[in-house]
């Protein structure tokens, strides 16, 4: 590397020795240059180095006389490169033909470095400072070697010199001694200077491994062809089919069969659909459980108790099918239900009235002709609370959840779901609904039905179309009427409504039972008024139901362990019965006026005819297993003589009333029985008057 | 002339008899073997003239359905025994003076 510049050279090696001007440094460097470049330029130097050694002569050399060697010869050096081609030709055009090309490129490259060194007075050099923020008389030019800066302070060691150019090994040298005498310099990097470093890591062993699969099994075939042996085959079968065709003539029936059921067969097993043997097999279930349960059915139909004749007035309760479904075996029955078309089939509405155990619910239908399994099966979200079947449209089940909402479901849907459901948004109850009941058609000819609920909301649901439209009938309060006080003014404290009951001939007439224990006679075109509040109970009403023959009887029962009778026109109950226990339902009979049945939470059945008996229960039984199952609801079937109480570990059972619990009036000889729902009323009227006169002779 | 006429009849009988395949010898699966019967029954009718294109046609499609390598041989009079792999053979005669030999050896 030719350095035609002395004073950058120094500058470069002395790193940052001060120098003031170009001109004045002139004596300095050329004497610093001595010791530096020793060896190189310098004559004595070179001297020096050749006395050592003997000179040594190659043995071919040529052996010249003096004269030859002073004879001088000429050689001249040209620019031309002895490589380079001469004898190029090519085609011009324009003469049209090979022309040599005189001029060649003579130069060869042989080597080409870029050096890193600057002119101190360039502009680039000047840059570089600026940037570095030295004052320009420090004439520092350092190029690119910023980074290695950082070169370990620690001298370097003799091996690492070792690896170095033997320039750089004498550049080092100045170096030190330069930050020896003067050490507020900062000390140059330089670029030669670098490290071999080198590491070997473990091999990973190597292993072999191979394996070798068995190949396809193998066999060997022989066989001839030739034209007698196929015609021979083909004969053969010939005659073999003919003869199969002479047996299929001897027993075609056997072989249809056989093909039809294999036929069968390849159905079944091509459409993995169940839903064709689907009614298939629901007779079949019904006609294997008929067989099975074949003495319950008897006793359905025509078990009469016998020893009714010696008991006078006391009848019992013959415990018939028991219902129950494995899936809902955790909940217990909220709600029972007859289908008033098809009268073995009921609804039974499954939750749980425990605040602390509420979780899903369950709807589902059983059939006396079943009872092994249900129907229809509808799984809710919710526990279920109430439900109503409708009487004209039996298809269409309202149902009342515990967390307010009600829904209707469609049996003839596919589905489990129903197909109207009230949501947050369309007036759902913010409390649990208690009772679901269906209203006739409005003018509209819309289906539409009332719930009640705690949150002391009494609404009609109006099926429209696709959605349900709600209309709030009244606002339960406690203290009286709604409208006492300007509206706004006081807020009202709600009653909690749990049960209610509309009148069987006048259509706006409903009783509604609070939480309170209040019955509330009300209607549905005055909203803000009660039109009579009895005070009936002292815990929460259970159910409330007007008789179905009397106009103006209902029946209520409570927790308070008492059912009570009532005549609407008066507020104090005609009868009072106190059953000993927590009243969980009652229901009057459909046949009779004077009877009715209530279940009580230690699970028995009680069955009054207070034609027969005004003070006392005609039959009182327990109709369950264990004495901690409570029962929670009783339904009258409205034809047969059996009733279906539920429990609160989801079984429902069914129970066939003895005679004496169905016993009509005795009729005198020769006198036609009187029949009718005017003979009931009057059998009632009779009743109450009895009770009337003494009070009214009183007050 | 008679005779001769019997003769003709009885011929045209034996074909129109004669025609359906008969599978003589064969361990293939249920599937594979009706596959393999109607390819072959295809291959021979529509190269009714060439046995050899047929054989061709059915090396091939039997190849690409089942994997390489099959064999097939017919004709109307030859004896052979082959090496095949287990349930991978099927013999059979066809249209009265045919006999087809299908196996597959890799």
């Given amino acids: 590397m030719p350095v035609s510049n002395n004073n950058v050279v120094a500058s470069v090696r002395k790193g940052s020795i001060a120098q003031k001007a170009p001109g004045a440094k002139s004596n300095k460097t050329s004497s610093k240059k001595k010791d530096e470049e020793e060896g190189v330029d310098t004559g004595d130097g070179w001297d020096e180095w050749s006395h050592g050694k003997a000179l040594t002569k190659p043995p071919d050399q040529l052996e010249l006389t003096e004269e030859e060697l002073k004879t001088e010869l000429t050689r001249i050096l040209t620019a031309n490169n002895p490589h380079a081609p001469q004898n190029i030709v090519r085609y011009s055009f324009k003469e049209r033909s090979y022309k040599p090309t005189s001029v060649v490129d003579q130069m060869a490259v042989h080597f080409v470095l870029d050096g890193s060194l600057l002119h101190q007075d360039s502009d680039e050099a000047r840059r570089l400072r600026a940037k570095e923020g030295l004052p320009e008389e420090t004439a520092t030019v350092d190029t690119g070697t910023e980074p290695e800066e950082e070169k370990p302070e620690t001298p370097a060691t003799p091996v690492e010199d070792g690896g170095e150019v033997g320039e750089a090994g004498e550049e080092d040298r100045p170096d030190s001694v330069a930050s020896k005498t003067d050490k507020k310099e900062p000390k140059i990097t330089n670029q030669f200077n670098f490290s071999e470093r080198a590491s070997q890591t473990l091999n990973n062993p190597l292993r072999e491994r191979s394996c070798q699969t068995e190949p396809p099994p193998r066999s060997i075939f022989s066989a001839t062809a030739n034209q007698w042996e196929i015609y021979d085959a083909y004969a053969e079968e010939l005659q073999k089919q003919e003869k199969s065709k002479e047996k299929q003539k001897a027993v075609p029936s056997k072989k249809d069969n056989d093909i039809s059921k294999k036929k069968m067969m390849l159905t079944e097993t091509q459409s993995d659909d169940i839903g064709k043997v689907d009614k298939a097999s629901k007779i079949f279930e019904r006609m294997v459980n008929q067989n099975i349960f074949d003495d319950i059915a008897q006793d359905f139909k025509y078990f009469e108790d016998a020893s009714d004749e010696f008991r006078d007035q006391e009848g019992t309760l013959l415990p018939l099918w028991k219902f129950q479904y494995d899936k809902a075996k955790r909940l217990s029955v909220a709600a029972l239900c007859w289908n008033k078309k098809y009268q073995d089939l009921f609804a039974v509405g499954m939750g749980s009235y425990d605040f602390s155990k509420q979780g899903c619910g369950m709807l589902v239908f059983y059939s006396l002709k079943n009872s092994a399994f249900p129907e229809y099966i509808y799984p809710t979200s919710s526990g279920i609370l109430c439900l109503d079947i409708h009487e004209q449209h039996s298809y269409l089940v309202a149902v009342g959840f515990y967390d307010g909402c009600v829904a209707v479901y469609n049996l003839k849907e596919e589905g489990v779901e129903p197909v109207y459901k009230s949501t947050a948004k369309t007036g759902k109850h913010t409390d649990p609904v208690w009772q679901v009941r269906w209203q006739n058609d409005d003018m509209d000819n819309n289906h539409n039905f009332y719930s009640v609920s705690s949150d002391g909301r009494v609404v009609s649901w109006t099926l429209v179309k696709n959605e349900l439209v709600f209309t709030d009938i009244i606002r339960l309060s406690l203290n009286g009427a709604v409208s006492e006080g300007p509206e706004g003014a006081q807020q009202p404290s709600i009653a909690c409504g749990t049960s209610f009951d509309f009148h069987k001939q006048i259509d706006y007439l409903f009783l509604v039972g609070t939480e309170e224990g209040k019955i509330h006679k009300c209607s549905k075109t005055y909203s803000s008024q009660y039109l009579e509040t009895y005070d009936a109970h002292s815990m929460a009403v259970d159910a409330v139901k007007w008789n179905h023959f009397h106009p103006k009887v209902f029946i209520s029962c409570s927790s308070d362990w008492t059912v009570k009778i009532w005549d609407h026109t008066i507020n104090t109950p005609m009868f009072t019965f106190d059953l000993l226990a927590a009243v969980g339902d009652v229901a009057w009979s459909p046949y009779s006026s004077t009877v009715f049945a209530a279940v009580t939470t230690d699970g028995t059945v009680h069955v009054f005819d207070l034609n027969i008996n005004k003070y006392e229960a005609i039959c009182q039984q327990p109709v369950v297993a264990k004495k901690k199952t409570k029962l929670t609801h009783i339904e009258f079937n409205p034809i047969y003589p059996i009733i279906i109480v539920g429990d609160d570990r989801g079984y429902v059972t069914s129970l066939k009333l003895s005679p004496n619990l169905r016993k009509k009036p005795k009729s005198k000889k020769g006198q036609e029985m009187p029949k009718g729902p005017e003979v009931e009323v009057a059998k009632m009227e009779k009743l109450l008057s009895l009770l009337r006169e003494p009070e009214q002779s009183t007050v | ?106």
């Fill in chain 2, 1 to 106: 002339m008679a005779g001769t006429g019997e003769g003709k009849k009885e011929e045209a009988d034996y074909k129109r008899l004669h025609s359906f395949p008969l599978i003589r010898h064969t361990d293939m699966p249920e599937e594979m073997r009706v596959e393999t019967m109607e390819l072959c029954v295809t291959a021979c009718e529509k190269f009714a003239t060439n046995n050899e294109s047929a054989a061709k046609m059915i090396k091939e499609s039997m190849d690409k359905k089942f994997g390489s390598s099959w064999h097939v041989v017919i004709g109307e009079g030859f004896g052979f025994e082959v090496t095949h792999e287990v349930k991978n053979l099927l013999y059979m005669f066809f249209g009265g003076s045919l006999a087809v030999c299908v196996w597959k050896c890799s």
